[in-house]
């Protein structure tokens, strides 16, 4: 077999990963004695593995999450009462394609940012559009996207990824506007898109964050009746020996 041309036809298919594995199945003597099935799998599979790869940085990238963080890095043994059990379950990502929601909340620096970003992390990983937001920022941008006209198009953006994350929601009650953006939010997420939200505020407390019962009850509605709960306690991780898993 004429090895360059294979390799530049390869190349010209855009079949990258089946290029590399072929090199590197060149390279080893003992191919020799495959099948025709077994040598074209295995090319096959390189070629997977390099698409399924470069789809989770791309789905990384326009995450844009706040901390690099992965599930497999995760300290069970903090003193912050993690159900390990809760989020081994949480980390098949099975929650997010059920289009259910997860609320994390406790105090600064036990770790909320981090768990957030590490469950993102792997939901791109399982193919599944991501993006992170913190909230202040995100209603600033909302509110510079209603002047100048491109309100309905963010309101889109947001609505079509598969998980949204609303990193540090509160604890300074909600204007008016910032209301409506909330819930409009979380109506074009209910029960289409899954949303995960992080807190120093008890849920019991956030309908006083919101400030207006009526809309409070059409949001807490829409994002609790199917939501998981994390709920952390303890102090801060910052004064532990592994500070990025503590809240940035």
Request: glycine share 6%; proline share 3%; hydrophobic share 40%.
């Amino acid at each position: 077999m004429l090895t360059h041309p294979t390799l530049d036809l390869l190349q010209k298919l855009g079949l990258h990963g089946m290029a590399k594995g072929f090199r590197e199945l060149e390279r080893q003597p003992e191919i020799a004695a495959l099948e025709h099935g077994e040598w074209l799998a295995l090319l096959l599979e390189h070629e997977a593995t390099l698409r399924r790869q470069k789809r989770f940085e791309t789905r990384a990238r326009a995450a844009k999450l706040r901390q690099s963080a992965s599930i497999e890095d995760v300290d069970y043994r903090a003193a912050r009462g993690l159900d390990r059990a809760l989020f081994l379950k949480l980390a098949g990502c099975d929650w997010v394609r059920a289009r259910h929601n997860l609320l994390i909340t406790g105090p600064c620096g036990v770790g909320k940012s981090w768990l957030a970003c590490a469950l993102g992390q792997k939901a791109c990983r399982e193919d599944l559009s991501t993006a992170y937001h913190r909230v202040p920022r995100l209603f600033s941008t909302l509110a510079m996207a209603r002047a100048d006209g491109r309100y309905a198009r963010t309101l889109r953006q947001i609505a079509k990824v598969d998980l949204l994350i609303l990193d540090d929601w509160g604890p300074e009650t909600l204007t008016a506007d910032q209301r409506r953006d909330l819930l409009e939010i979380i109506d074009d997420r209910h029960e289409m898109r899954s949303v995960i939200i992080t807190s120093q505020v008890p849920i019991e407390q956030w309908y006083e964050i919101i400030g207006d019962p009526t809309i409070a009850d059409a949001i807490l509605d829409r994002l609790i009746h199917n939501a998981y709960r994390i709920e952390l306690t303890g102090e801060s991780l910052r004064k532990k020996q592994n500070p990025a898993t503590a809240d940035a």
